[in-house]
């Protein structure tokens, strides 16, 4: 792994030493965060987090050129850049030199993914972004990426591994469909100032940012879940899992959350408060079905009180998974049936004396109706039983009243 990271080595050698473009955003390029969230989910190995040492960003033809490996394990401040891809390289316009993140040119694409870095630290999960600034060149840049973390010794989260897309605009020309995209992309986190960065400003980012980011890690899941639909329950589960995350972070920051649901044109509800939850993380076009099932396992982990990150584990582990949550749910939220009013009055009316008796055959239900006729004498003349049972409930209930 050291020789993957040593970042000054010649790269003449591999594919990317040619004449670099930079890549444009949308279409397969529009899935360069997926990809590479995907590839560290495959390290997890059941863990919570993937090993440093299985990492080698310079083996990745995918997206290595467009990735950085910042090391924490020395300085929080100013961490080790210990690999820096040839694309990004090329975009700071500084191919060697960058030791450390005080090297890193300020507007550069590199200086834009310092400030959710501590956020990934302390929430030991990944974290996916989208904005627009001007770069050191004043080309308006629009970029698209995700920071994962690693650790070194399976417990602290002391490697951040972040992989970034962009595409340059002339100014004051960007193009109407270059804007769509950007509105619907994958989180919204604002721009951080335009200044070399301050690491510890990560810690004191506006509530509204914060939530843009617990936001960006559950859309990145439940994109990534969308890829894997048909192989296994696991991602659909941490997407989920992400969306309660997610949730909670609304509830302690319910001026941020209702700015949020404003600007993504999304309704609250007072009555099913979770749905506006999985709409902005699984998108309001998403089937509805599956929306109104996300959402009663939503109000589900809140009512059992599921604390933060665990709620993926607690559907793998519930007997029958996902559905039979849901099941549990509707189940508790479902109005208590109303009175059987026939059978009170069958109650009510076995308590009643008899006028007279007879035989007569009409079956052998508890309760009949007879249709008589009466005769010139006056006396009651049987014809028929009635054996319409909505007919006999309703008399039944007439005659208890």
Request: glycine share 6%; aromatic share 8%; charged share 25%.
């Amino acid at each position: 792994m050291d020789s993957a990271y040593d970042f000054n080595r010649d790269e003449d050698e591999d594919d990317f030493a040619g004449e670099f473009l930079p890549p444009v955003i949308g279409g397969s390029e529009r899935r360069m965060h997926v990809r590479a969230y995907e590839y560290w989910t495959s390290l997890l190995n059941g863990r919570a987090c993937p090993s440093i040492h299985d990492l080698d960003p310079a083996s990745i033809s995918d997206f290595g050129p467009h990735s950085v490996l910042l090391d924490f394990s020395r300085e929080l401040d100013n961490p080790t850049v210990t690999y820096l891809g040839r694309a990004l390289r090329e975009e700071c316009d500084m191919l060697y030199g960058i030791r450390t993140v005080a090297d890193v040119p300020a507007r550069s694409l590199v200086s834009r993914l310092t400030d959710p870095c501590m956020q990934i630290i302390a929430n030991r999960a990944p974290i996916g972004f989208e904005a627009e600034f001007t770069n050191h060149r004043g080309l308006p840049t629009l970029y698209r990426g995700i920071l994962m973390p690693f650790s070194s010794d399976g417990d602290t989260i002391d490697y951040v591994y972040g992989v970034i897309n962009w595409k340059h605009a002339a100014p004051d020309a960007l193009s109407d469909e270059l804007e769509r995209e950007v509105a619907g992309a994958l989180g919204a986190a604002p721009s951080p100032p335009e200044a070399a960065p301050v690491w510890p400003e990560a810690e004191r980012q506006p509530e509204t940012h914060l939530l843009h980011h617990w936001l960006a890690a559950a859309r990145l899941s439940a994109e990534g879940a969308e890829q894997s639909e048909g192989r296994a329950h696991s991602a659909l589960y941490a997407a989920i899992g992400r969306a309660y995350d997610f949730a909670l972070a609304a509830d302690e920051q319910p001026e941020a959350y209702a700015a949020l649901l404003e600007a993504e044109g999304v309704t609250a509800q007072a009555r099913a408060p979770m749905t506006p939850i999985v709409k902005l993380v699984f998108g309001a076009a998403y089937d509805k079905t599956r929306l109104t099932e996300y959402a009663a396992a939503l109000s589900h982990a809140r009512r059992e009180g599921i604390a933060r990150g665990n709620f993926a584990d607690y559907l793998n582990g519930f007997e029958g998974g996902l559905k039979a949550v849901v099941r549990v749910e509707r189940a508790l939220r479902a109005p208590a049936s109303k009175p059987n009013r026939a059978e009170q009055a069958r109650t009510t009316l076995r308590a009643v004396p008899a006028k007279a008796e007879v035989d007569f055959e009409c079956g052998d239900d508890e309760f009949v109706i007879l249709v008589a006729r009466r005769t010139a004498t006056g006396r009651l003349a049987l014809l028929a039983p009635v054996t319409d049972a909505s007919l006999i409930d309703k008399a039944l209930c007439k005659a208890a009243a």
